[in-house]
C-alpha cells in the first residue's frame, strides 16, 4: 500500500512539474517569434553616396524652346520665373511641402498671366523594405523548444493517461477494500458470537467437571459407609372415636408447634359474657375479642338464638338465648414456636403441656399442609407416652375457627 501511493505521488509530482516546463516553453516560443517578427518588419537603410538620386517631377511648359522641336506640345504658357529652379545639381527627393520651400524668389518683373495646371502632384512612393529574415539560431532555438514542447506534451498525455488509469485502479482498489472491510467485519462478528458460545461451553464444562467430581466424592464417601437399615413399623389403623373429654390443641405450621391455649380462652370468653349479659341482651348481634393468651388472640361473635318448642313451653315466649355463634383463633406477632428437637425436649412448652395434661386428654393437632411430617413424629411420640392424637388438616391460610353447630374431634 505504502508503495504504491510512493510510485503515485512520484507520477502526480512529474506531471505538475511537466506542466510547468510546458508552460515556460510556450512562453519563451511566443517571446522569440515575436521578436523575429519585430526584426523583419524595422526598416533598413541601404543608401550609399554613388546611388543617384530620384528624379523630381517635372513642371510642365507651355513653350516650345525650338520651333523645329516636334515632340514639344505646349501644355502651359510659359512659367513664370518665380517657379523656375536652379538649374544646377540634380532635382532634390524632397517631399511636396519641402519642394515649396524650395523655390526661389525671383526678381521683380511684370506680371505675366500663368495658366496653372490643374493636375494634382503625384508624390513618389517611397521604396518597399526589404523583409529581414530572422537569425539562423533563434529559429533552430525554435524549432528545438517546438520540438521539446511536442515531447513534453506527448508525455504528458502518457501521464495523464497512466494517472487516470490509476485513478481507476485506486477507485477499483477502494472498492475491493470496502468488499473486503464488510466481509471481515462480518466474519468478525461472527468470530466474537463462537468466542461467547465458547466461553459459556467452558464455563458450562467447568460446572459439569465440578459436579462430577462432587459426585465420585460421594460415590466413594457412600462406598466406604455402611448400610443403614431402614426399620419399617407397622401398626393396625386404630379405631377414631369422637371425643368427649379434655382436648390439649397444638397448631403445626412451617415444621413448627406452638400451644394454642383454646380452654383459657373459652374460660374468659364465659366469663365475660356472665358479666356483660344485661348488654348483650340488649342486641341483637355482638362482635368482640379475648386476649392475647400466649400468643394467640380469639375473636367471637354473640348472636340471639331461636327458642325451640319444647324450650318456649319450658321456659315461655319471653325468654331470650344469646350464644356463640363462630369464634376464630389467630396468632398475634411474637409467637413462640418449637421445632421438633425443642418440642420432645424436656422443659419444652409441648412437653409441659404434656405433663399438664390429664391421662384421658386427647392431643388435638391443627396441621397445615407443610408440616405432616412433624405431626406423624409428634403423634409417634404422644402415642408412646399414652395419648389419644386428633388431627384437623388446614387449608394453607385459614385459621383455627369452631362453632356450635361444627364437628367434634375424632381421637385415634
Known amino acids: 500500500m505504502s508503495r504504491r501511493g510512493q510510485r503515485e505521488d512520484r507520477e502526480f509530482g512529474s506531471d505538475s512539474f511537466l506542466d510547468i516546463v510546458a508552460n515556460i516553453v510556450g512562453i519563451l516560443i511566443i517571446l522569440i517569434v515575436i521578436a523575429g517578427v519585430r526584426v523583419s518588419r524595422a526598416p533598413v537603410v541601404a543608401k550609399t553616396d554613388d546611388e543617384p538620386a530620384a528624379p523630381a517631377p517635372a513642371i510642365a511648359t507651355g513653350v516650345a524652346e525650338d520651333e523645329s522641336d516636334e515632340a514639344a506640345v505646349p501644355l502651359l504658357p510659359e512659367p513664370d520665373p518665380m517657379f523656375a529652379t536652379k538649374a544646377s545639381g540634380p532635382p532634390a527627393d524632397l517631399p511636396a511641402g519641402e519642394m515649396l520651400a524650395a523655390i526661389e524668389e525671383p526678381p521683380a518683373a511684370e506680371p505675366v498671366p500663368v495658366v496653372l495646371d490643374e493636375t494634382p502632384l503625384k508624390l ?14 533563434l529559429v533552430e532555438r525554435a524549432a528545438e523548444l517546438e520540438a521539446e ?31 473486503e472491510q464488510s466481509t471481515l467485519q462480518t466474519k468478525s462478528a461472527h468470530l466474537d458470537r463462537e468466542q461467547t458460545r465458547l466461553a459459556e461451553l467452558d464455563s458450562t464444562l467447568d460446572e459439569t467437571r465440578q459436579q462430577l467430581r462432587t459426585l465420585r466424592q460421594a460415590i ?79 375473636r367471637y361473635v354473640i348472636a340471639r338464638q331461636p327458642m325451640s ?3 318456649e313451653l319450658k321456659y315461655g315466649q319471653r325468654v331470650i338465648r344469646m350464644g356463640v355463634k363462630q369464634w376464630i383463633i ?42 405432616f411430617e412433624l405431626h406423624r413424629q409428634l403423634q409417634e411420640f404422644a402415642h408412646a ?7 384437623r388438616p388446614l387449608p394453607a391460610g385459614v385459621p383455627i375457627t369452631g362453632s356450635p353447630s361444627g364437628s367434634k374431634s375424632q381421637a385415634q
Open 149 to 179: 514542447l511536442a515531447r513534453l506534451a506527448s508525455q504528458q498525455q502518457e501521464v495523464r493517461t497512466r494517472h487516470a488509469q490509476l485513478q481507476r485502479e485506486v477507485a477499483r482498489t477502494e472498492e475491493e477494500k470496502k468488499v
Open 124 to 137: 513618389p512612393e517611397p521604396p518597399p523594405l526589404p523583409l529581414a529574415a530572422p537569425p539562423r539560431e
Open 385 to 391: 407416652n399414652g395419648f389419644s392424637v386428633a388431627a
Open 220 to 298: 466413594a464417601a457412600a462406598a466406604t459407609e455402611e448400610p443403614t437399615t431402614k426399620t419399617l413399623r407397622h401398626r393396625v389403623t386404630p379405631v377414631g372415636r369422637e371425643v368427649d373429654g379434655a382436648e390439649i390443641h397444638f397448631r403445626l405450621e412451617g415444621n413448627q408447634v406452638a400451644y394454642v391455649p383454646l380452654n383459657d380462652l373459652a374460660e374468659r370468653l364465659q366469663k365475660y359474657i356472665m358479666r356483660q349479659r344485661d348488654f348483650l341482651l340488649r342486641q341483637e348481634r355482638y362482635e368482640g375479642s379475648i386476649g392475647p393468651v400466649d400468643g394467640f388472640e380469639m
Open 309 to 311: 318448642v319444647l324450650d
Open 330 to 371: 389467630e396468632p398475634l406477632d411474637g409467637l413462640q414456636t418449637e421445632s421438633l428437637e425443642e418440642a420432645l425436649r424436656p422443659g419444652s412448652r409441648f412437653y409441659q403441656a404434656l405433663q399438664g395434661a390429664l391421662p384421658d386428654a386427647t392431643l388435638t393437632f391443627w396441621v397445615y399442609p407443610d408440616s
